[in-house]
Each structure stands twice: as structure tokens, then as C-alpha cells.
């Protein structure tokens, strides 16, 4: 059964710093990966999908790296701001059936000015 | 091109009322998939459902809870007899077409925040 696992739970960070939140998750044989922020009382907002067959996606001053044999993922985000504020969260597909993910409990991210 | 619309986006049921939660899709999406948000809890999985077919319910409840998606119209999740406990945040998701293959993100609504008092 696929987890999926975000560390730390927390984090707060200067504005300006480089930052980096991580996702693992058990079983390899993933299809792809996304990260979303999530807004407090808001929905989410997709940030970047990773394919099976990609290291690697970046949007602006994201970065977010995929390693499927060690089945890990990272989000780095440069220069931080503090409208980076609100908690990031990476799905994987239980399936085949794209829609069906299943979700990290989350890093809340804080930046401060 | 409006995104995944909800609502209502906040409702307040009394013990043993019922909840009738709406999802309208994006424009050329359809497929639904229905997510809950417990307090301290990650998003999980509800069910997933084309136009007139449940495809997946594995994350629903076995008993109160019931969702559709009509040939017309949007897609109901329908919570009878509410507790205390399905207070939560409940999200409705849509794609063109699923499969990972698509490499179509999913793209999520805004919410719909249930308080049972």
C-alpha cells in the first residue's frame, strides 16, 4: 500500500532564504508526481507534476526533483517570499487513474518578512 | 474559462440533518473526484464518478454518504444524518481524461467547509 510522507511537518523560514521540503513515498512504481499549495480555507493550486520518465520540473523559483528508485521528491524553492506562505503537498496516483492521488500530510511553510 | 466551482462554500448542519455538497467541473472535464479534509488529517480519497457512473467509491463511507453525476448538471455529494465528525473540509477535483498518461494535472475547487453542531 502506497504512503506518503512530508518532512518537516513545519518550517519557518527569513524571507530571502533558499528552502527546501521533502516528500517520500514507498512504492516506487509511481506514474507521476505533483506538488500542490494549499491556502488556508482555500483549495489547492497545482504547482508542478513530474512524469515517471522526469528528474525534473521547474516554474519561476521552483524546482521540483523526482528520484523514484529511493523514492523521494523535493520541492526546492529559491529566494523565498513571504507570499510563499501556506502549506505544500505532494500526491502520487494510487493508479493508473490519474485523479486518484494520494496526498502527503503536508509542509506548512511560513516566511517571514 | 472558470476553474472547478463548489458550493456551498461554507454550511452548518445541525446532528442528523442532511449535507448537499455541489461541484460544477471545468468546461470539457469530465471527470469528478470528491476529497475530504479532516481537521489534523491529510486530504483523502472519497470517489470518483463520470457523467451517469460511480467509477471508484473505495474512500467512501460505507453508510450516510451517497454522490452522483447526473447526465445534466453537477456532481452531489450527499451526507445524510450528519455527526460531529464529518466536519471537515470536503474538495471536488476534475480532469479531461484520467489516467497517467494524460500527464493532465488534476484541478481542485475551492472547498466546501462543513460545520455539524
Known amino acids: 500500500k502506497q504512503e506518503v510522507t512530508q518532512i518537516p511537518a513545519a518550517l519557518s523560514v527569513p524571507e530571502g532564504e533558499n528552502l527546501v521540503l521533502n516528500c517520500s513515498f514507498t512504492?516506487?512504481?509511481?506514474?507521476?508526481l505533483q506538488w500542490f499549495r494549499q491556502d488556508p480555507g482555500k483549495g489547492l493550486t497545482s504547482l508542478l507534476l513530474?512524469?515517471?520518465?522526469?528528474r525534473e520540473q521547474t516554474s519561476g523559483r521552483l524546482n521540483a526533483s523526482l528520484d523514484k528508485s529511493s523514492g523521494r521528491s523535493t520541492l526546492y524553492i529559491a529566494a523565498s517570499q513571504p507570499g510563499d506562505s501556506a502549506t505544500y503537498l505532494c500526491?502520487?496516483?494510487?493508479?493508473?487513474?490519474?485523479?486518484?492521488?494520494?496526498f502527503g500530510q503536508g509542509t506548512e511553510l511560513s516566511v517571514k518578512p | 474559462n472558470a476553474g472547478v466551482m463548489q458550493n456551498p462554500r461554507h454550511l452548518v448542519r445541525r446532528r442528523g440533518q442532511e449535507a448537499r455538497l455541489r461541484c460544477s467541473p471545468m468546461?470539457?472535464?469530465?471527470?469528478v473526484y470528491w476529497y475530504r479534509q479532516l481537521p489534523e488529517e491529510g486530504l483523502k480519497f472519497m470517489v470518483y464518478?463520470?457523467?451517469?457512473?460511480?467509477?471508484?467509491e473505495s474512500g467512501m463511507p460505507k453508510e450516510r454518504f451517497s454522490a452522483e453525476f447526473p447526465k445534466e448538471g453537477p456532481s452531489i455529494l450527499r451526507i445524510q444524518q450528519v455527526v460531529r465528525g464529518d466536519s471537515a473540509a470536503y474538495f471536488c477535483?476534475?480532469?479531461?481524461?484520467?489516467?497517467?498518461?494524460?500527464?493532465?494535472?488534476?484541478?481542485f475547487g475551492e472547498g466546501s467547509w462543513l460545520t455539524v453542531v
Open positions: 477535483a476534475s480532469s479531461p481524461v484520467p489516467g497517467h498518461s494524460s500527464g493532465n494535472t488534476i484541478y
Open positions: 464518478l463520470q457523467k451517469e457512473n460511480i467509477i471508484d
Open positions: 513530474i512524469q515517471s520518465s522526469q
Open positions: 468546461k470539457g472535464h469530465s471527470h
Open positions: 512504492d516506487s512504481a509511481i506514474y507521476n
Open positions: 500526491a502520487v496516483p494510487s493508479d493508473n487513474q490519474g485523479g486518484k492521488l494520494i
